[in-house]
Each structure stands twice: as structure tokens, then as C-alpha cells.
């Protein structure tokens, strides 16, 4: 979530690892990575039938190319949700300013942009196939992408849905473990843009605002993990060290109440049961920014602690992504990677993104499956997501939860 913005504010010296393609299901190393040269059409590129069910697959967003990085940050310094800081207006316009040739050059390590929009087209067309057959009744089903700092936007989104003539709307959030922050920053902004495009309410919202602990989503990371773990000899396999690693957030954050620590220990617990293996393991945090206390451990303060301990194979698993970008494809391959390598720990791998996985597919659409189900009557939100944090001062959060309850 925050790798650009702390690599926005402090870049790491620059990686001088050879970059190679690799393949779509292959666990990979933390020295490899996937190139995405050009962006496959989204939804919105893609005529359909009017849809009788809309899916919004929300979530950050990143660059798709190099001239998309300077607004990207704009809009990422400019959301107080993400990241509050003083002046907020201005203090973006400079960081943004001063920061996009770097942010371009690690951009440029991992194919030129973000793939993040490529494999969320993947994701939704796979899951809207599906759910056509698994939930004949609400189909036919359309996803929209709608990112919160990249394109396509949720403005866009919500003008190709309003062209579409949509009367029934989910908002799905990409992110498994729920955050003030993440889910919470999206969904306060379809809150704002719906005042404006669809001011007389013609489309019906409901909202899925975490599945952390959904068994589809637990299957398909240990699937990952039992790859990931192949690649290390069967004597000493069980010794292998699991790092889940998530991003972090500012204990300003946490101590307001916000539910994502717990959820993504939620997912941690749930994949080590289902693994039922004998290996050591731990939660760590990654893309800390600036000064203030944020969760920790870092993530690789604890790969380069354990190494110093002797513990030289070590699996990373990013356990709150659903699929590649920055965070992995940098900062966890690339950035990480070079450190270790330069301390000497020689077993450092990182399991495969979940991506456009068969079996993620299936959990994203008996997700949404179960949601039409759910929500068929009144109920259009969670009642853990109806209640604020206790610490929450954000006025937005209130007046948003207000309109999706009616």
C-alpha cells in the first residue's frame, strides 16, 4: 500500500539485480520479476450486453506506464485517509513533483509500470464468467475497475456504469483485511463521486468490505506456500522460516481502532491451520514511511535479524496483496532481495502472488455469490462495517456508512 510513498519520500539505493521475465504460475525468487511492457483492455475497454449485476473491484491502483507516475502521486499524498499530512495540498503538488523521476526509474526495474491493472482485468473477467454460471439469477455480471490513484478512477468507473444503464451495484474491495486506510479511503471516495454522478440513486448498493478469513482465499495461499516451499530440499524443508508479510500502518492508526491488524493475524492463523506443517513462522510489516511508530516488526529488519541467527531459508509471502505490483515486485524482490543477498542469506524466496490463481478465482466468485444471496432483502452492508472505529474523527467515514445503510 505505502511502498511508493515511502519510496517517495526515502529511495533506496538503486538495485543492481538483473531483471528477468517469468512465467505466470511459477513460485519465483526474490531476484525475479514479471514484466508487463503494455496493459491489456479493462472492462471499460470491452463491450457487453447491459449488465444486470455490477461488481467494482476497488483498490489502489498504480502506474501503468511512465507518464501515469506524477498524478499517481498526486492523488496518493493527496488523500488524507492514506497518509494526513500538513498542508496537504501543497506538500503533495512538492513531493510528487520532486519525486516522480525516481519513482519512474523503479517503475522502470519492474517493466515499466505497474501490472496491478492487468491482473485485475484478469481477475474480473475470470470471476464474472464464473459467477454467470454459479448465479444465473443476478447474472449477467459486469466488473468495473476502480482504482483510488491510478486509472481507470472511480469517476470512470462509475460513468461507464451509468452509461450501462446499472441499477445493482457491489462494491468489492480488494483488499481481504479491511482498513480505515485502504477499503475505508474507496469507499469515501465512491461515497463523494456518487453525490455527483448519481445524485437520484438509481443504482442499488450493497458492500463486501473484508473476506479475510473466506476458505477460498485461505486455500489458495497455502497452495502458494506448499510451492514455495518445494524449492527447498526435503531434509531440511520443515526448517524453512514462513514471513508473512503485509504492509504496515501508522500506530496513530491502530490505536484509533482500526480493525487490519487483527484481520491480517485472522488470515496468518487461518493459512498456518489449513498448512498443518511443522514450519516456523511470523508476521512482519512492510513500507513503513517517515518517523512516526508503525506496526513492526519491519519485514526486513526480521530477514536480516534471522539471518544474523542463522536462519538462512526464509519464504516471504505477501499475505494482504491479491496480486502483483510495487510492493512485491520492488520492493519485496528487488529491494529486500539485494539486502539479503548482500548479508549473505543465499535462501530467501518469495511465493507466487495469487494473481489470476483458478482457486482465487473460485473464492472471489463464491464471495460475491454469497453476498447477492445475503443482501437480496434490505441489508446492503456488514454490521462490522457499519460501526466506526471508537477513535474515528473523520466525518466522512459517518455521512458514508449513513448512505450505503439506506
Known amino acids: 500500500m505505502f511502498a511508493s510513498a515511502r519510496s517517495a519520500l526515502r529511495v533506496p539505493?538503486?538495485?543492481s539485480v538483473t531483471s528477468q521475465v517469468w512465467a505466470r504460475r511459477q513460485v519465483i525468487p526474490c531476484t525475479a520479476l514479471r514484466s508487463f511492457a503494455t496493459v491489456a483492455p479493462t472492462s471499460q475497454d470491452t463491450?457487453?450486453?447491459k449488465p444486470k449485476t455490477a461488481i467494482v473491484l476497488m483498490n489502489l491502483g498504480g502506474p501503468s506506464k511512465q507518464e501515469e507516475v506524477h498524478d499517481f502521486l498526486l492523488r496518493l499524498f493527496s488523500d488524507g485517509d492514506l497518509i494526513p499530512l500538513p498542508m496537504q495540498k501543497y506538500l503533495a503538488q512538492y513531493i510528487a513533483k520532486r519525486?516522480?523521476?525516481?519513482?519512474?526509474?523503479?517503475y522502470n526495474k519492474i517493466g515499466g509500470g505497474s501490472p496491478i491493472r492487468q491482473w485485475t482485468t484478469e481477475q474480473g473477467?475470470?470471476?464474472e464468467k464464473l459467477l454467470d454460471k454459479i448465479s444465473p439469477e443476478t447474472a449477467?455480471?459486469?466488473?468495473y475497475i476502480a482504482f483510488r490513484y491510478a486509472s481507470?478512477?472511480?469517476?470512470?468507473?462509475?460513468?461507464?456504469m451509468k452509461s450501462d444503464g446499472v441499477a445493482r451495484a457491489v462494491a468489492f474491495t480488494q483488499y481481504p483485511q479491511y482498513s480505515c486506510s485502504t477499503t475505508g479511503s474507496s469507499m469515501n471516495e465512491l461515497y463523494r463521486q456518487l453525490q455527483h454522478l448519481d445524485p437520484e440513486r438509481k443504482m442499488k448498493w450493497s458492500v463486501i468490505d473484508r473476506w479475510h478469513s473466506h476458505p477460498g482465499l485461505i486455500q489458495a495461499f497455502v497452495n502458494k506456500i506448499k510451492a514455495g516451499l518445494q524449492q527447498y530440499p526435503a531434509e531440511s524443508r520443515d526448517k524453512v522460516i514462513i514471513l508473512f508479510s503485509a504492509h504496515s500502518l501508522p500506530m496513530e492508526i491502530v490505536n484509533r481502532g482500526d480493525h487490519y491488524p487483527s484481520e491480517v493475524a485472522a488470515t496468518v492463523n487461518a493459512v498456518m491451520e489449513k498448512l498443518n506443517c511443522k514450519n516456523p513462522y511470523r508476521l512482519v510489516w512492510q513500507s513503513q514511511v517517515g518517523p512516526k511508530p508503525w506496526l513492526g516488526p519491519q519485514t526486513i529488519k526480521a530477514i536480516l535479524g534471522l539471518g544474523e541467527k542463522g536462519h538462512n531459508d526464509q519464504l516471504l509471502v505477501p499475505i494482504a496483496f491479491t496480486s502483483d505490483h510495487i510492493e512485491t515486485l520492488f520492493e519485496l524482490d528487488l529491494e529486500y532481495g539485494e539486502q539479503a543477498h548482500e548479508a549473505g542469506i543465499t535462501g530467501l524466496k518469495r511465493a507466487e502472488?495469487?494473481?489470476?490463481?483458478p482457486v482465487f478465482i473460485e473464492a472471489m466468485a463464491d464471495i460475491v455469490k454469497n453476498h447477492l444471496k445475503e443482501t437480496a432483502g434490505s441489508t446492503s452492508i456488514s454490521e462490522q462495517f457499519s460501526v466506526r472505529c471508537p477513535g474515528c474523527t473523520n466525518n466522512t467515514c459517518k455521512d458514508m456508512r449513513d448512505f450505503f445503510k439506506q
Open 99 to 106: 519525486r516522480t523521476p525516481q519513482i519512474k526509474d523503479q
Open 140 to 143: 449477467p455480471h459486469k466488473h
Open 47 to 49: 463491450p457487453r450486453s
Open 353 to 357: 502472488s495469487l494473481n489470476a490463481d
Open 13 to 15: 539505493s538503486a538495485a
Open 152 to 160: 481507470p478512477l472511480t469517476t470512470d468507473a462509475l460513468q461507464e
Open 125 to 127: 473477467k475470470a470471476m
